[in-house]
T-cell receptor, first 109, second 115 residues
């Protein structure tokens, strides 16, 4: 069965304190791994798509990496506005995403 | 432009009401999705339309009825809902048809409350 596990469930950091979020997955035939950011009461905002092991993508203070078993979302020198829930999802079959439970990130000023 | 719009933003309805949620995208995407999201949980897939045809129904109760009038529009008709159906309803779209075009872009959601 396709499965996605995100850790930690919640993370509190001080402004400027870099860290990483983990997304471990088991899937038969990975078609893509996706990272989204979600603010309370709003829809998920697309961040990155990764397709193959070794791939990396960056956007401002965020960098996503992918191996054959997991993905990391690295946050460098975060700011309070980076506080959100970060969702990881994998696509195994056509059109179906399997989501992790998310990591709630809080950045204290 | 990767915008998906949803109306209304908020909806309060009684269990005997009939209402509809609307979703629109102008990115030329050929797949559109409805998700339901409860608090502190990830989105759960409800329906998928591909090239305007229903391709996936995740065993959703018949009180939810999807409709895809054209490739840009997606509706979700609601009838005789239960209080436990209260949730954030999300619409998403993806390009389809080409390799590596599976990224789903989400709308802002409709917050539904059933009294």
């Amino acid at each position: 069965e396709d499965q996605v596990t995100q850790s930690p469930e919640a993370l509190r950091l001080q402004e400027g304190e870099s860290s990483s979020l983990n997304c471990s997955y088991t899937v038969s035939g990975l078609r893509g791994l996706f990272w989204y950011r979600q603010d309370p009461g709003k829809g998920p905002e697309f961040l990155f798509t990764l397709y193959s092991a070794g791939e990396e993508k960056e956007k401002e203070r965020l960098k996503a990496t992918l191996t054959k078993k997991e993905s990391f979302l690295h946050i460098t020198a975060p700011k309070p506005e980076d506080s959100a829930t970060y969702l990881c999802a994998v696509q195994a079959g056509a059109q179906k995403l399997v989501f992790g439970q998310g990591t709630r990130l809080t950045i204290n000023p | 432009d990767t915008e998906v719009t949803q109306t209304p933003k908020h909806l309060v309805m009684g269990m005997t009401n009939k209402k509809s949620l609307k979703c629109e995208q102008h990115m030329g995407h050929r797949a559109m999705y409805w998700y339901k999201q409860k608090a502190k949980k990830p989105p759960e897939l409800m329906f998928v339309y591909s090239y305007e045809k229903l391709s996936i129904n995740e065993s959703v109760p018949s009180r939810f009825s999807p409709e895809c009038p054209n490739s840009s529009l997606l509706n979700l008709h609601l009838h005789a809902l239960q209080p436990e159906d209260s949730a954030l309803y999300l619409c998403a779209s993806s390009q389809e048809g080409q390799p590596n075009t599976d990224t789903q872009y989400f709308g802002p959601g409709t917050r539904l409350t059933v009294l």
